[in-house]
């Protein structure tokens, strides 16, 4: 095993014995949904970066895997969507984690009457060997976790939840994310990875691997300010700024241009005519907004008018694209 593996499991092992409320990333807001009561337990064990739990990922009562179960939170929550039994499929490799988080779920079903313990799977697995079946998932997650693993071990790790997924099934990914470089002697510190604080890749490496997987649509659906290394605290000459970052990627087929990114951008056509068309399936109309995915963004541009606004992007997209 590698030693960081080690590193990792050992620290959250620890937290599961010993919740530590804001252990290695930020305790992000829960969503506020009707009827749910989210135990205070299962709060503290929030070790989350962002939040993977979106309605309109949840239509229908889809199959959900998330990797990594922590307290059980976001587990609870993608139940809430999915009210059958089996529906939620949780993977943890550590044994201490899977108990607490069954411990967890036993009060939120006290606290929760639509709440039944059978709707959640827990399975002890390991990210890089799902314990899943091929295409199987409608909804595949993780919550910093990915930016733990080494190179090789990332990209294994996204093969693996590519090869579960349904067609058009989705990858809800939340990762610190770093345009910084940072230091090889606090990459290569375990304790420091294992507490997501230096394996923070920049953003466009983590996009290009995820795509390099097969993903054809990748959505950034939220970037924020996360942590600061700081040479004070950390043994690093510079100061280095990290975000955590929330990307949805479908599995959709891959463009024969390439795949479809939306970082947030947005295209304004305001010409004489009642609309613009770019004879490539887009359709402007006079003076309203399209999310544009940078691709077509990049298109629009090169043509070079001057009756189309393309905004910067704001790295916070929620559908209603393009593409």
């Known amino acids: 095993m590698n030693t960081y593996l080690e590193t990792a499991r050992n620290i959250y092992k620890e937290a599961a014995e010993n919740p530590q409320q804001g252990l290695c990333c930020t305790t992000t807001p829960v969503w506020e949904l009707p009827g749910l009561t989210i135990p205070k337990k299962m709060l503290t064990m929030n070790y989350g970066c962002g939040s993977t739990v979106h309605p309109r990922d949840l239509v229908n009562e889809p199959s959900i895997l998330y990797v990594g179960v922590g307290g059980g939170m976001e587990l609870l929550q993608f139940s809430y969507f ?11 490799v550590v044994d201490e984690m899977i108990h607490a988080c069954h411990q967890n779920f036993l009060e939120a079903e006290k606290e929760n ?15 890089l060997r799902l314990p899943v079946a091929d295409s199987s998932m409608d909804v595949a ?3 910093c976790l990915f930016n733990i693993f080494s190179h090789e071990d990332l990209k294994q790790a996204l093969r693996e939840m590519y090869r579960v997924l349904k067609p058009h099934g989705r990858l809800v990914l939340s990762d610190p994310v770093c345009e910084d470089t940072i230091p090889l002697n606090l990459k290569n510190d375990e304790r420091l990875r294992a507490l997501c604080l230096s394996g923070a890749l920049p953003l466009q490496d983590y996009l290009q691997l995820i795509t390099d997987v097969g993903f054809g649509t990748v959505e950034i659906r939220a970037k924020r300010p996360y942590r600061i290394l700081d040479p004070v605290h950390y043994n690093t000459s510079k100061t280095i700024f990290i975000e955590s970052v929330e990307i949805c990627a479908i599995k959709d087929q891959m463009p024969s241009d390439g795949p479809c990114i939306f970082t947030g951008k947005t295209a304004i056509y305001f010409g004489s005519e009642e609309y613009f068309n770019d004879k490539k399936g887009h359709i402007l109309q006079q003076n309203q907004p399209l999310a544009i ?10 043509l070079g008018r001057s009756d189309i606004f393309i905004s910067e992007s704001t790295w916070f997209y929620d559908g209603g694209g393009c593409c």
């Open 293 to 302: 995915c940078d691709k077509t963004a990049g298109a629009l541009q090169r």
């Open 82 to 92: 999915s009210r059958r039994t089996g529906s939620v499929i949780g993977i943890d």
């Open 141 to 143: 997650a993780q919550n």
């Open 113 to 127: 009457t639509w709440f039944h313990t059978e709707f959640v799977d827990l399975r002890k697995g390991d990210a």
